[in-house]
C-alpha cells in the first residue's frame, strides 16, 4: 500500500482548513448581515425557548466567525477542529429533527432560512453536505498540522522544527 508523503498529508490538510474557514466566514456573514432574517431562521426549528432564541441567533454569526477567522489563521487549529465538529453536529441534529417532525424550513446555513412551502424542503442535501464539513474537522482533528498557520510559526519559536531532517516550516505540530 502507498503512503501519501508529509507534504501531500499537509496539503490536504491545509485545503481543508482553508475551506471549513471559509464555510463558516462566509456562513457567519451572511447570518451577521441580516440579524432579522437569522431570528426567523432560528425560530423555524421550534426546538428553543423564546428567551433563547434572539440569543442564539445572536451569538451563531459570531461563533462561525471566530471559528472561521481562527481557521483561515490556523490558530489553534485542533481547538477549531474541535469546536467546528461539535457546533455541525448540533446543526445535522437541528435538520434531522426538523424533518422527522415534519417542519418544513430552510436550515438557514448560509443567511435566508425559516418556514418554506410543503415540499421546498431539502433536508437530505442539508445534511449530507454538513457531513462533509464534518469530515474537514475531523481530518483537522486527527491531523492539524498544515502549511502557512500561526500554529506553525508559533511550534518553530518553541523550537519544535518538525521532525529531524524534515522541514516543516509554516507545519504546525498539533494543539
Known sequence: MVRPSQP???TVGTLARLGLAAVWLVSGALKLADPGQTLIAVQAYEVL???LENVVAIALPLVELV???LLLAGLATRWAAAAA???LLVLIAGIAQSWARGLSIDCGCFGGGGHVAAGQTEYPQ?????TGFALLAVWLLARPRTWLSLDGWLARGRGNSG???HDYSGIAEGN
Do not use: Q, T
Open 8 to 10: 501531500v498529508l499537509n
Open 49 to 51: 425557548p423564546d428567551a
Open 67 to 69: 471559528l472561521g477567522l
Open 85 to 87: 465538529l461539535g457546533l
Open 126 to 130: 442539508e445534511i449530507l453536505r454538513d
Open 163 to 165: 521532525e529531524p531532517g
